[in-house]
C-alpha cells in the first residue's frame, strides 16, 4: 500500500523508473524505445500505426511491428 508508507514508495518508484526517463531526455523517444524493449512495450500508436496488438484487438485496427514503423 504505497498511502501507508508514502516516502519509501516514492523512492521506490523513483528508482524503478528515472533510467527510463533519463534514457528517454538523453535519446529522445524513438531512439531510446529502439533501444530498450521494455520502452518498446509501452508504446499503443506510432505515426499513426497501431503497435499494440491489444488497442489493435480492441478497435479492429491493423497491428504493425514497432521495428516497422520505428
Do not use: R
Amino acid at each position: 500500500m504505497p498511502g501507508a508508507v508514502p516516502y519509501t514508495s516514492t523512492i521506490a518508484l523513483t528508482n524503478a523508473t528515472l533510467p527510463y526517463a533519463i534514457q528517454l531526455a538523453d535519446k529522445g523517444w524513438k531512439k531510446a524505445c529502439s533501444d530498450n524493449h521494455a520502452l518498446q512495450l509501452g508504446l499503443n500508436v506510432v505515426n499513426g500505426k497501431v503497435v499494440y496488438q491489444g488497442v489493435s484487438d480492441a478497435f479492429g485496427l491493423p497491428y504493425h511491428e514497432v521495428s516497422e514503423v520505428l
